[in-house]
């Protein structure tokens, strides 16, 4: 199946073409009892989801089987774990999606209504137990694969990808008709392109982040400006690393220049420093002397901005020690919403919320109410880096340690995302 022979629902990620599984074997406590006559589908956000197999049978009713009881699809046989085959026997529900019905030779027409193409083939891809519609193929290639010519559509096509490889994610594709069984012909499947200009620059990121790569580059560069620069900002990091390379530096300057020099830095600080150092003299002077200011001091050491006064206590005090002592002990103190257990050598052992400690039964032990499990920052941590664990894991200071875990300061939240925000807007 598109090279990969086996998918087993528990791996993460299997692709296949539909042609390539219909009329697979389909096995029960390792018997045949049918073969895969179609898929049923719902539209679920940007790709559609596999939510039942319709199966003929030589001797019996057909069979609609929920996408559950499939335990794994390998080669041309889909295992199935069901008690009682009667129990599924019957036809789709009349609005069901049937994908070899109503998309397999479907025009696929522009947002004008003009043809494009037509729908020889489609892709699925298997997720984490999911099995989604993630492309349709317009493809001779796929025409050719599709009625058993592979081999022939390799010899013409020369093994060439960039040829024999013309798919749309569904992506682009309108959500069809609920009441599908009572449309007859061609059923309008729309290139969604020209509709991008309307959406919300996270609903456009969503779908960037679902195509692979070419696509996303292709329907980014569709984009007007102010809605490429809006969806550039809302895009994954690890996209976004991606992405900016296969764009021209120029196209890059033009979105970044359309964005607060903080939001800039956000976006040039996830890329390599040779492709940020490129990007940089192709801004206006004055955002690039910006951005270049902020990139360099989310650099600086963390150290620089912690501070020693903070609460700690050894672990065997009692919550009523140390609620006698609190009021005392934090005076002067610049975080106090945290307590810090430490050992004699200042050994980092755990944290306690001041709240935990106002609810805990007076008599327990700090050492029984801390969380050992601890999330802390290192001494050669950035500003950057920080910032980026405020925002991951909300809390509001963060201790600094060194390798032996002993505690050298600790950063409250305001000191970091306020300066932040200050200095990158």
Known sequence: MNGNQTANKNHVEH?????????????????????????VVKENHTLPVVTHLY???????SAVIPWARVTSIVDRQIVIDVDRLADYEGVPADDALLLKDYVLDKKVLDMEGREVEVVYDVRLVLRNHTLYVSDVD?????????????????????????????????????????????????????VLKEKLSDMHPVDVADILEDLDPEQRVVLFDGLDADQASDALEEIDPDVQRELVPSLKKEKVAQLIDEMTPGQAADILS?????????????????????????????????????????????????????????????????VIMYLYVVD???KLLGII????????????????IMVDN????????????????????????????????????????????????RFWE
């Open 374 to 421: 601890i999330i802390s920052l290192e001494p050669d941590s950035t500003l950057k880096e920080a910032a980026a664990m405020f925002a991951r894991y909300d809390f509001r200071a963060l201790p600094i340690t060194d390798d032996n875990d002993v505690i050298l300061g600790v950063v409250p939240y305001r000191d970091v995302m306020k300066l932040t925000h």
């Open 353 to 368: 919320d001041i709240k935990e400690l106002l609810l805990a039964p007076d008599q327990v032990r700090l050492k029984d």
């Open 55 to 61: 199966i003929s049978r030589p001797f019996g009713e």
């Open 270 to 334: 996830v890329l390599p420093a040779s492709e940020a150092n490129s990007i940089l003299p192709l801004l206006s002077a004055e955002n690039a002397n910006k951005v270049k200011s902020i990139l360099e001091k989310q650099e600086e050491n963390i150290l620089n901005y912690a501070t020693r006064e903070y609460l700690t206590f050894t672990p065997d005090r009692t919550v009523e020690q140390v609620q006698d002592e609190y009021r005392l002990a934090a005076r002067g103190k610049d």
């Open 138 to 190: 317009l493809s001779r290639y796929g025409l050719l694969r599709r009625i058993g010519l592979k081999g022939l559509a390799d010899f013409i096509y020369g093994l060439a990808d960039s040829i024999k490889e013309q798919t749309i994610s569904w992506a682009y594709i309108e959500p069809l008709p609920t009441q599908i069984s009572g449309f007859k012909g061609d059923v309008k499947l729309k």
């Open 15 to 39: 692709s296949f073409f539909l042609s390539e599984i219909l009329g697979a074997r389909i096995v029960r406590a390792g018997k045949k009892v049918g073969k895969l006559s179609d898929f």
């Open 344 to 346: 004699e050598r200042r």
